[in-house]
């Protein structure tokens, strides 16, 4: 009899050695599983997969709803997912998830992006630190640079935090500027590093931090140690700069790519290029960039709206 705890096995396995998923991807899957196995457990329902029917999924449903909605998807498709791999390798007849009528409403929130003031405030923040610093043997200097690096990084390419940690050098090349950035499913895209400035400070990062690079094995963004710099290191360096330039919003490194996405489209970029270079394989996650802030919109009614093309006489 194959049970919850065998299933996940096979399904994680097959998760990673057959669809070659993330690790964060396999983790988020495996606590979504090992919640609904404990949920079971607790209400001394029958762990064999052939007894979970929708009766016990419902039930599921009723305990998670508290969670945010963005969380429920996502907790509904792990296990769907499940369920249509012990379907297709005939562990079970059918999904009993297919014969759920299952909506849920995500409110719809608009991404927060940074104007050109706050970004250029941040990027001051950051050289500056670079200037203040005269000994340039310290380590502190060869931070400053570093931390520069990530900034630029995180603003020129609009990538995830992730893929940013998880660059190579032998994804970058300092000559062209082209970046291979490896996305969601290892989907790989080809992001080019046209700045000047930008591609100095990558060539002299790369030459200070030599050894550290090589001692992480490849990365190209380490510590003083020598180990990857982590995703979470990224965060206190976004935030760190950012409160060093006053700005007193909440900002992450995913704010970055949501700017990066918002400054391309106001600059009448097609938003199929915005969605290459986003890495999104749906051109509807991409339209939630399609907003535009006050100051656009007057510009762009002010100067294109039909009714500038005649005028009335009111007496």
Do not use: W
């Amino acid at each position: 009899m194959c049970t919850l705890q065998i299933a996940t096995k096979e399904f994680i396995s097959h998760c990673k050695f057959e669809k070659n998923l993330s690790p964060k991807t396999i983790k988020a899957y495996e606590i979504d599983l090992k919640q609904l196995l404990q949920f079971l457990l607790a209400k001394k329902h029958s762990v064999q997969i052939l007894d979970i029917s929708k009766l016990q999924l419902r039930e599921y449903l009723e305990n998670i709803s508290p969670l945010k909605p963005k969380s429920i998807k996502r907790k509904i498709a792990t296990i769907k997912a499940m369920f249509n791999f012990l379907e297709f390798e005939d562990r079970i007849l059918v999904n009993p998830l297919r014969k759920m009528r299952i909506k849920i409403k995500e409110a719809r929130e608009l991404p927060k992006v940074l104007d050109l003031h706050e970004i250029k405030g941040i990027f001051k923040s950051a050289y500056d630190q670079k200037k203040g610093i005269n000994n340039k043997k310290a380590y502190a200097y060869l931070e400053a640079i570093r931390n520069i690096v990530v900034i630029e990084l995180l603003f020129v390419t609009g990538a995830r935090v992730s893929e940013i940690a998880n660059l190579r050098t032998t994804q970058i090349d300092l000559v062209s500027g082209a970046v291979v950035i490896k996305g969601k499913g290892n989907k790989e895209r080809l992001i080019q590093i046209c700045n000047g400035e930008t591609l100095r400070v990558l060539k002299s990062y790369n030459n200070l931090f030599a050894k550290q690079i090589k001692k992480s094995g490849g990365y190209f963004l380490t510590n003083r140690l020598g180990n990857k710099l982590s995703d979470q290191s990224i965060r206190n360096i976004v935030r760190k700069l950012k409160n060093q330039a006053g700005v007193a919003r909440n900002i992450t490194p995913h704010t970055f790519r949501h700017t990066f996405a918002t400054l391309m489209l106001e600059k009448d970029v097609d938003i199929k290029y915005i969605q290459l270079l986003l890495g999104h394989s749906s051109i509807m996650t991409t339209q939630i960039y399609t907003h535009v802030n006050k100051a656009k919109q007057r510009e762009i009614l002010s100067a294109k709206h039909p009714r500038k093309d005649f005028s009335m006489r009111y007496a």
